[in-house]
T-cell receptor, first 110, second 115 residues
Framework: DAKTTQPPSMDCAEGRAANLPCNHSTISGNEYVYWYRQIHSQGPQYIIHGLKNNETNEMASLIITEDRKSSTLILPHATLRDTAVYYC???????????FGQGTRLTINP | DAGVIQSPRHEVTEMGQEVTLRCKPISGHNSLFWYRQTMMRGLELLIY????????DSGMPEDRFSAKMPNASFSTLKIQPSEPRDSAVYFCASSPRAQNTGELFFGEGSRLTVL
């Protein structure tokens, strides 16, 4: 699976949009981009995934660049409960393993 | 659904003792994963099962670790003998493999402390 690079930490004000970047410059054509988050003392939680089109669900939006070398997870109106470690993961289509990196520690400030 | 259920939530034991962690996956899910999380190494995949059969155990650190899945609703991760460096949070996750969406459902974890 391709490697991902994320900033170790970010801050965002409550109510603002939180934009979390992820680089995956070695991604191949049949690899998906997944985002998970882990709130303190809990297990990781699935957020969203995509292949090449932008995706949106009730939790977040995922914007993937046209060359697929990077993506951005957007939390449109961040709340204090969104404070967590966010993991960007690249996974081969059909594979089952999810390999977690170090993620980005997002802190939402009041 | 109750979600993935892990027990115990916390365990403190002494070096050399046997530790057994338990997991009940979500009903109907046929893939099960065991992860370990430490500050130093982050989240590591130890082993995963499909339809109760171990598929990849390359992440299991050494022979002291073993995992079983005797049926679709129960799995164990055993450490014998335990060592202080095994102290970590152990997560179990399940997935409905037929969908293969990559969405794993994690339990709350079992925090193990080996003294």
């Amino acid at each position: 699976d391709a490697k991902t690079t994320q900033p170790p930490s970010m801050d965002c004000a409550e109510g603002r949009a939180a934009n979390l970047p992820c680089n995956h410059s070695t991604i191949s054509g049949n690899e998906y981009v997944y985002w998970y988050r882990q709130i303190h003392s809990q297990g990781p939680q699935y957020i969203i995934h995509g292949l090449k089109n932008n995706e949106t669900n009730e939790m977040a939006s995922l914007i993937i660049t046209e060359d697929r070398k990077s993506s951005t997870l957007i939390l449109p109106h961040a709340t204090l409960r969104d404070t967590a470690v966010y993991y960007c993961i690249v996974r081969l289509q059909g594979a089952q393993k999810l390999v977690f990196g170090q993620g980005t520690r997002l802190t939402i400030n009041p | 659904d109750a979600g993935v259920i892990q027990s115990p939530r916390h365990e403190v034991t002494e070096m050399g003792q046997e530790v057994t962690l338990r997991c009940k996956p979500i009903s109907g899910h046929n893939s099960l994963f065991w992860y370990r999380q430490t500050m130093m190494r982050g989240l590591e995949l130890l082993i995963y099962f499909n339809n109760n059969v171990p598929i990849d155990d390359s992440g299991m650190p050494e022979d002291r670790f073993s995992a079983k899945m005797p049926n679709a609703s129960f799995s164990t991760l055993k450490i014998q003998p335990s060592e202080p460096r095994d102290s970590a949070v152990y997560f179990c996750a399940s997935s409905p493999r037929a969908q293969n969406t990559g969405e794993l459902f994690f339990g709350e974890g079992s925090r193990l402390t080996v003294l």
